[in-house]
C-alpha cells in the first residue's frame, strides 16, 4: 500500500513569498499531523487535522497554517516565508485518529529553503 | 514538560547488542511511548511502541520501566542499517503535547 506522500520535495522560495506543501497520507488514515524539522530546534510539532477538522495546533504564528479536504489530503501554507523558516516540513498520517495507540507513517518531508 | 530525555549519541559495534535510554519522568498515564529512527534525507520511520508492558516486534524489543519513568530500545544485533538517529517520543491524544526530543544518533562500527 503507498505510504505518505508530500510535494513538492524540495524547493526555494525568497523572503516575503509564501509557500503551499501538499501531503497525501496512507489511504484510510484520516488523522494528518504536520512537523518542522530544523538543526537547531529539532522536531517540532505545527498541527493536527482529523476529518477537516484541525484538532491540535503548536506555537507557531499565524503565517503557519494548514487544512485538510474530504478525502483527507491535507495542505499547509506559510505567508510572509523568513530566513528561519528554512526547514524540513514533515507531515505524518494515523489511522484511527492521533493516539497513542496508533503508529505514526511519516512522509520523506518537503526541504523548503528561504533566500 | 512532554519532552523526553535522551543521550545525544551511541556507539555500537556491529552484530552486537545496543540498548538507547529515554527518559519521561513526568509521564502521564495515557501517554503510550514511541520510538521512531531517522536516516538522513527521510523522514522518521515507526520502530516500536508500547504503553506499559515489554513489547517486541521483528525490529526491536521495547522494556518500559514498572514506573514508566524511562524505558530502553534494544536493538539486539546492530547492523550498519541500523545507523539513524533515534527519537523516543509519549503520543496521546493530544497532538500538541506528543513533542519529539533531540534524539539519539546511533552509530554502528563495522
Known amino acids: 500500500k503507498a505510504g505518505v506522500t508530500q510535494t513538492p520535495r524540495y524547493l526555494i522560495k525568497t523572503r516575503g513569498q509564501q509557500v503551499t506543501l501538499s501531503c497525501s497520507p496512507i489511504?484510510?488514515?484520516?488523522?494528518v499531523s504536520w512537523y518542522q524539522q530544523t538543526p537547531g530546534q529539532g522536531l517540532q510539532f505545527l498541527f493536527e487535522?482529523?476529518?477537516?477538522?484541525?484538532?491540535n495546533k503548536g506555537n507557531f504564528p499565524g503565517r503557519f497554517s494548514g487544512r485538510q479536504f474530504s478525502n483527507s489530503r491535507s495542505e499547509m501554507n506559510v505567508s510572509t516565508l523568513e530566513l528561519g523558516d528554512s526547514a524540513l516540513y514533515l507531515c505524518?498520517?494515523?489511522?484511527?485518529?492521533?493516539?497513542?495507540?496508533?503508529?505514526?507513517?511519516f512522509g520523506a518531508g518537503s526541504r523548503l529553503t528561504v533566500l | 514538560d512532554a519532552k523526553t530525555t535522551q543521550p545525544n549519541s551511541m556507539e555500537s559495534n556491529e552484530e552486537e547488542p545496543v540498548h538507547l535510554p529515554c527518559n519521561h519522568s513526568?509521564?502521564?498515564?495515557?501517554?503510550?511511548i514511541h520510538w521512531y529512527r531517522q536516516l538522513p534525507s527521510q523522514g522518521p520511520e515507526y520502530v516500536i511502541h508500547?504503553?506499559?508492558s515489554n513489547v517486541n516486534n521483528r525490529m526491536a524489543s521495547l522494556a518500559i520501566a514498572e514506573d514508566r519513568k524511562s524505558s530502553t530500545l534494544i536493538l539486539h544485533r546492530a547492523t550498519l542499517r541500523d545507523a539513524a538517529v533515534y527519537y523516543c517520543?509519549?503520543?496521546?491524544?493530544?497532538?500538541?503535547?506528543?513533542?519529539f526530543g533531540d534524539g539519539t544518533t546511533l552509530t554502528v562500527k563495522p
Open positions: 505524518a498520517s494515523s489511522g484511527g485518529g492521533y493516539s497513542g495507540a496508533n503508529v505514526l507513517t
Open positions: 489511504s484510510g488514515h484520516r488523522s
Open positions: 487535522y482529523f476529518s477537516e477538522t484541525q484538532r
Open positions: 513526568t509521564i502521564s498515564g495515557t501517554d503510550y
Open positions: 508500547g504503553l506499559t
Open positions: 517520543i509519549r503520543l496521546n491524544t493530544n497532538a500538541g503535547k506528543s513533542t
